[in-house]
């Protein structure tokens, strides 16, 4: 099935914005732990976390980066891959292997950081707090309702992934047998 000029230009722009906040991801987790203090005033940062009121020591602020840059880069993994499913609708290869194949590292990704987003909060908790006294460290695992939408939606995606990667052997098998 061809792939109409409107939804191709759509699927090229879906590419370039996938490549764009690839390359934000970790630029935006490093700038939120180098400049802390005005990303919670102006952005609401930490809100709900231990932040300290003499702000963060320099100790902190490079453990924060080394997490966030992690995930960062996880996230930006994973916005590639997506990419590479848009770039492929764009070129009418919509249930290509590759396709197929970056949807499902898409949706393995997404699943995997939905259920790690929890303990990620609670070492922040930990960096946050590393330079308060004795008795007011904090270590808080937190499980809202939010987290469980987060997965929930990732398990969809990858059935869906599933599905796709099943539809595609399928296919195969059809095309070789014809």
Not at 54 to 77: C, D, K, V
Not at 106 to 127: H, K, T, Y
Request: a neutral charge; hydrophobic letters at 55%.
């Amino acid at each position: 099935m061809k792939v109409n000029d409107s939804l191709r230009k759509w699927c090229k722009t879906m590419f370039l914005l996938c490549f764009v906040l690839a390359t934000l991801a970790p630029v935006a987790t490093a700038s939120v732990w180098l400049w802390p203090d005005w990303f919670r005033t102006y952005w609401g940062v930490f809100d709900g976390l231990p932040y300290p009121a003499s702000g963060l020591a320099p100790g902190q602020r490079m453990a924060g980066i080394a997490l966030g840059l992690f995930f960062a880069g996880l996230n930006s993994f994973a916005l590639i891959r997506l990419a590479g499913i848009f770039r492929e609708f764009a070129e009418d290869r919509a249930f290509s292997r590759s396709a197929v194949g970056s949807f499902r590292t898409f949706a393995m990704l997404m699943f995997a950081l939905a259920l790690a987003a929890p303990f990620v909060q609670a070492i922040e908790g930990i960096v946050l707090s590393w330079n308060a006294g004795e008795g007011e460290r904090i270590l808080a695992l937190t499980f809202r309702a939010q987290e469980l939408r987060h997965i929930l939606f990732a398990f969809l995606l990858l059935a869906l992934a599933l599905v796709f990667e099943h539809g595609h052997s399928l296919a195969d098998e059809q095309a070789h047998i014809l």
